[in-house]
């Protein structure tokens, strides 16, 4: 009791207190609704129906104010009141689209709660009811609830329930458990909805497969349930009977959206290429005829398979490429062959990779051949390291080698005794005193090539000559500063083969035709690029001196005349590499006159002769059948015919460059296919 005024008379008196709404109220005003509960605590009538209604949202019951009287206090209201079968399950939250579609067509989704068939269970349902009846009971028996049903499905309870099962193992296999299972009875049944007279006659025709399965199960000794792998009706099928291929098992997959499709591979038919299903030879029609023809030809590569045909490496080439690209963070190479060493290295100094830090891995105690095509970023302690790690070096080539200096170059000739093979290519900060001492340090060498050095002169020159008894290929490439005297020093090379003297303007008769009066009757290769003072003097000494000459190369003599030039090949008759380019008093007959004497000719270069005609070079090269490659750059009135008539009389043609010559295009005619043209502005 209180002595606060009535929340409905505001009057003071004998007062009785909300335990909810702490409001005060009279006997006679509260009303007869207002009552206490079990513990004595006293509710208005405002508080009590507020609370009713809110129960009754929450639990989905018609509650009464006469119900909620029996209410304890701290216990649920719907494990009070009577248990009341539901009508339809009520879903709490937004409705989705497909709720909404199934409800407006009378579907509803099974209980989670519903009974399941056991896995091992023996029973089966109907055998003449639907699928659509069975889905139907489904539906009904899912309102039920049930706390033991994991126990019944054990025991193999639920006979309707395993009827609906076996018609959707029939469709493609048995459904997940729990709310999946739920999901796929509604689709289906969703789906025969949909699908009307369709859906009807599939469902009977899979009850007609499933009785005939059943037959066929029955005949079996030890009959047992597959569930799950080929779709048959559960207790209907037997050991015997439960391998059935029918092409039926397939439309139904077709037909089911809830099972993945199978994927097929084809082949081809080994005689007449018809698509057949992979793993068979023939086709059925070419089994039955029994045909032995031979098999069908392959099919030509296409797409970038034929655009790559004839430029695709092997795997030996396409490792060693990878190798070389990753060559910075490889430390050694192991037992590597030597030639694919020195093919890695090539490849490392084509991508401009050689370093001071990639050098290490190339050098090894055992290595006799060591070519290093880019050395402009070696230092010179690189030099060092190599002579100090490689000391049974016999083949040395250095390129590029622009700081290579004069003490490292001495350390080689110090560390590595075995030398006999040396090319050097660009040292220019070597001076010619400094290459003489390591001529003479140096064991005497068969192989000497410096290529662009302009301090080379005859000091390095007389040390040649005096270690020259067994020096066999002498090259100096582009020595600017070799002189009349520096060539006159070399003397006599007794065994001297070949010799290149290209670029070295500064020589002439004077010095040109001594050295080839002393070693011209060996010589096998000459090569005189460049040396523009030489005369026709020099070309009588060449056809007096030299008569086995098979490597000749004249380029850019212009003070040679065109007869002058013919009459070296009076003698050298076994001549096949000859470069005329830029000698420019040949003519025609000249040119006549050299081809009909040295008939095997397999390189021929005529680079800029503006004075050849189409008639005078078609006349030549009749001579030449085994010419091989030809440079007609910068020639006059080149063009598709001429190359079409060259080729008829030299047959075995593989290369032509045909720079400068405007005249040929890319039609050349089914003649030239085979024929590799370099340089023509319109291919």
Known sequence: ???????????????????????????????????????????????????????????????????????????????????????????????????????????????????????????????????????????????????????????????????????????????????????????????????????????????????????????????????????????????????????????????????????????QCGTCGVRITAGMLLCSKCQRSGSKSAPRRAAAPSGRLAALRGRLLPLRELCMRVVSENIDGIESFGDVPAEVLDRIGRLVCQQRRLHPATLPPFLRADLESLELTDCADLKSESYQLISARCPLLQRLVLRNC??????ALAQFARLCPGLTVVELDGCFRVTDDEMASFVKAARPLERLALHNSMKVGAVTAAAIASRAEVLTHLRLLRCTFLTDDGLAALGTLPALRDLVLDGSELLSDASVIPMLQHNGARLHTLHL??????????????????????????????????????????????????DLARCTQLDDKAL????????????????????????????????????????????????????????????????????????????????LQAVTVVGCSRI
């Open 402 to 407: 622009g700081q290579l200096e004069g003490p």
């Open 1 to 267: 009791s209180s002595s606060r005024k009535c929340a409905v008379c505001s009057e003071e008196g004998l007062l009785t207190t909300c335990s909810r709404c702490s409001k005060s109220f009279h006997a006679q005003c509260a009303g007869e609704t207002a009552q206490a509960d079990a513990k004595g605590d006293w509710t208005c009538k405002e508080c009590w129906e507020l609370k009713a209604q809110l129960v009754a949202e929450t639990s989905g019951c018609d509650i009464t104010a006469n119900d909620l009287a029996r209410v304890p206090l701290g216990r649920s209201l719907t494990n009070t009141l009577p248990k009341t079968k539901k009508t339809a399950s009520r879903v709490n939250g937004p409705t989705s689209a497909l709720s909404s579609f199934l409800a407006e067509r009378g579907i509803v989704a099974p209980s989670r709660n519903q009974r399941r068939p056991s896995a091992r269970s023996g029973q089966a349902g109907p055998a003449e009811e639907t699928p659509t009846e069975a889905r139907a009971a489904a539906a009904a028996e899912s309102d039920k609830e049930d706390e033991d049903d994991e126990n019944e499905a054990e025991n193999g309870a639920g006979g309707e329930t395993n009827g609906k099962r076996a018609a959707q193992s029939a469709r493609g296999g048995a459904s997940k458990r729990g709310r999946f299972r739920n999901s796929e009875a509604a689709a289906a049944a969703l789906l025969d909805s949909l699908d009307g007279p369709r859906g009807t006659r599939q469902a009977q025709q899979s009850d007609d497969d499933e009785e005939e399965k059943g037959k066929s199960g029955a005949k079996g000794k030890n009959g047992r349930k597959d569930s799950g792998k080929k779709g048959d009706k559960a207790g209907k099928k037997g050991k015997k009977g439960g391998n059935d291929s029918d092409d039926d098992d397939d439309d139904d997959d077709l037909l089911d959206p809830y099972k993945p499709r199978r994927r097929v591979t084809t082949a």
């Open 592 to 671: 006549s006159t050299v081809t009909r004497q040295v008939p095997r000719l397999r390189i021929l270069s005529l680079h800029g002769l503006h004075r050849l005609s189409p008639d005078g070079i078609v006349a030549a090269l009749r001579h030449s059948p085994e010419l091989e490659e030809l440079d007609a750059s910068w020639c006059k009135d080149v063009d598709d015919n001429l190359l079409a008539e060259i080729h008829k009389h030299c047959p075995r043609l593989t290369k032509v460059s045909v720079w400068g010559c405007m005249r040929v295009t890319d039609m050349l005619g089914p003649a």
């Open 529 to 578: 690029r460049g040396l523009r003072q030489l005369s026709d003097d020099a070309a009588v000494a060449i056809a007096k001196y030299c008569h086995s000459l098979t490597d000749v190369a004249l380029s850019g003599l212009d003070g040679m005349t065109g007869p002058a030039i013919a009459a070296i090949w009076a003698h050298n008759t076994h001549t096949h590499n000859l």
